[in-house]
């Protein structure tokens, strides 16, 4: 049997559910036709290694990754721009019969890549970024049925497009709206740029329990290099504010640094905000349509996705 032509495996799952490890057996496997795209808005940052959980060098000199160390920790970054680099990636490994293996942390981004983005002007990235957190937040709370509400106020005929009240399809017309003031069932033909591949979606599950356990050990094994690295950074005059460390690690570890927590209560409040991201990963991941949900040990899981990128023979 073959790969499945112009397609690409996207691993997905919760932080500590074993994304990298699970894209290297697939990918050792396969030998040298499959390498790696990191989809995770954090290890695109040089120097922060240990609190974003970057594959190490052993692991990338095993399987060729890409779309990591690719940005000064100073620099802004956002979903449409890594679609954009990783989708160019994506079809030179394609046209060179190798399967792009996707492993996404970012549900933006794995979406922007998968599914689609707004070509937006770059002067909007901000308010992009913005948007999609506002309308997730919405969704998160209300439901979609409230949130297909929402957009028919402001674009009734989007509303028609989506009779299945997609939940992506609503957000993505939804944060267009904000961002642009205008219908996106006017705009979509225009400004959307959609890939030309197609998606196989594996989502790694664990028993909560045993991904609780997991996060845990994560962070008492991290938290000492994700301080030094934040240590690093502030030395160096990088904002804590600044989009590389604006997240679940750094944030817990400058506060113990600018003495606002004592070091038990920061790496507790670093573990609670990363099962809370979990959570949130594992709700992004279970609304893509046509998700293969996977169990199991290593092998187990590699040759159950394996087996999905198969065409019928």
Not at 21 to 49: K, P, T, V, W
Not at 176 to 190: C, D, I, T, Y
């Amino acid at each position: 049997m073959q790969i499945k032509p112009n397609t690409v495996l996207a691993i997905t799952g919760p932080t500590a559910s074993g994304k990298t490890a699970l894209s290297l057996e697939i990918a050792s496997r396969l030998g040298m036709r499959a390498e790696i795209i990191s989809a995770d808005s954090r290890q695109i940052f040089r120097e922060l290694d240990i609190g974003t959980a970057k594959p190490t060098q052993e692991e990338r000199s095993r399987v060729k990754h890409h779309c990591i160390d690719i940005c000064d920790p100073v620099e802004s970054f956002n979903a449409g721009a890594f679609a954009k680099k990783a989708g160019e990636i994506i079809q030179e490994l394609l046209l060179n019969n190798t399967l792009p293996i996707i492993v996404g942390g970012s549900g933006l981004y794995v979406q922007a890549l998968c599914e689609g983005f707004f070509d937006m002007p770059e002067d909007t990235a901000e308010a992009c970024e913005k948007a999609r957190k506002e309308v997730q937040e919405y969704h998160d709370k209300h439901g979609k049925d409230a949130l297909f509400e929402a957009l028919r106020l402001v674009d009734p005929q989007s509303c028609e497009d989506y009779p299945d009240k997609n939940p992506r399809r609503i957000m993505r017309a939804l944060e267009f709206h904000k961002v642009m003031g205008l219908k996106f069932s006017e705009q979509k033909s225009r400004m959307m740029s959609y890939p030309t591949f197609e998606t196989c979606y594996v989502l790694i599950e664990h028993e909560r329990e045993a991904l609780y356990s997991r996060i845990n050990a994560r962070c008492d094994e991290m938290w000492e290099g994700t301080k030094r690295e934040a240590q690093t950074m502030l030395d160096k005059g990088i904002s804590r504010f600044a989009q590389s460390l604006d997240t679940v690690g750094y944030a817990q570890a400058i506060a113990y640094i600018y003495g606002e927590l004592d070091e038990k209560t920061a790496i507790e409040k670093m573990k609670q905000a990363t099962r809370n991201y979990a959570k949130r990963q594992i709700t992004w991941s279970k609304r893509i349509e046509g998700m293969n949900i996977v169990r199991g040990n290593n092998q187990e899981m590699a040759s159950e996705a394996i087996s999905l990128m198969h065409a019928v023979a």
